[in-house]
Nanobody, 116 residues
Framework: QVQLVESGGGLVQPAGSLRLSCAASGFTFSSIFMGWYRQAPGKERELVATITSAGSTNYGDSVKGRFTISRDNAKNMVYLQMSSLKPEDTAVYYC??????????WGRGTQVTVSS
C-alpha cells in the first residue's frame, strides 16, 4: 500500500527557512518520480518542485532560487528546503508520486504559514 506522509510544516516569519519531509512507503522509491505541490486557500493546487529517479529537478517559477528539492533513496525520503519565505508561500504542501499504472498518490499535506 502506497503511503506518503509529510512533516515539517509550521509557522515561520517572512525571510525565514523551513524544511519539509515526505516519508514514502509501499513502492520502489528509488525508481519513481516525486514531487511537492501546494494549495493556498481559494487557489488551485500548483507545482512547487519535482525530482526524478535520476535526480533531475524542476521548479515552479514562483519558487526558483529559493526552494530546493532533494531525495534520499536509502531512507525513502524526499525533502523540500524552503528559504527566503514570503507570505504568499503560505499553503498546504503536498507530496505526490506516480507509480506504474499509472496511479497517482498524494499525502495528506502539511500546513506552512509565513507571517510576522
Amino acid at each position: 500500500q502506497v503511503q506518503l506522509v509529510e512533516s515539517g510544516g509550521g509557522l515561520v516569519q517572512p525571510a525565514g527557512s523551513l524544511r519539509l519531509s515526505c516519508a514514502a512507503s509501499g513502492f520502489t522509491f528509488s525508481s519513481i518520480f516525486m514531487g511537492w505541490y501546494r494549495q493556498a486557500p481559494g487557489k488551485e493546487r500548483e507545482l512547487v518542485a519535482t525530482i526524478t529517479s535520476a535526480g533531475s529537478t524542476n521548479y515552479g517559477d514562483s519558487v526558483k532560487g529559493r526552494f530546493t528539492i532533494s531525495r534520499d533513496n536509502a531512507k525513502n525520503m524526499v525533502y523540500l528546503q524552503m528559504s527566503s519565505l514570503k507570505p504568499e508561500d503560505t499553503a498546504v504542501y503536498y507530496c505526490k508520486t506516480v507509480v506504474a499504472g499509472p496511479y497517482t498518490y498524494w499525502g495528506r499535506g502539511t500546513q506552512v504559514t509565513v507571517s510576522s
